[in-house]
């Protein structure tokens, strides 16, 4: 039986800045920093996977997708992901999580 994740960062994906370079997320970066919000659940930080795929922006350059979960637990209980959402903004997918295959 697999164990109930929770979401701690939705899909995410790269973009392309003003000046026409790429722009990946850098989610080691964004899991330290939001492990330094959260420092209840540092010491299970192995119960996080990270998750990622490949998605084709509309100019037609490849990008990964990606996300992050935990393992559900009391000390997760009730977290919404769009409480640390400066750590991500500039990179959140404008799609919705649910429509993402």
Not at 48 to 59: E, K, S
Not at 78 to 96: H, N
């Amino acid at each position: 039986m697999t164990p109930k994740r929770i979401t701690i960062i939705p899909h995410i994906h790269g973009k392309i800045t003003r000046d026409g370079k790429m722009s990946e997320p850098d989610i080691h970066w964004i899991i330290e920093k939001w492990l330094d919000r959260h420092p209840q659940i540092k010491k299970r930080s192995k119960d996080i996977r990270v998750v990622r795929g490949v998605m084709t922006l509309p100019q037609g350059v490849k990008t990964d997708l990606i996300s992050a979960t935990i393992i559900a637990a009391d000390d997760i209980e009730g977290y919404d992901p769009t409480q640390d959402e400066d750590l991500y903004a500039y990179f959140l997918s404008e799609q919705r999580s649910d429509d993402i295959p």
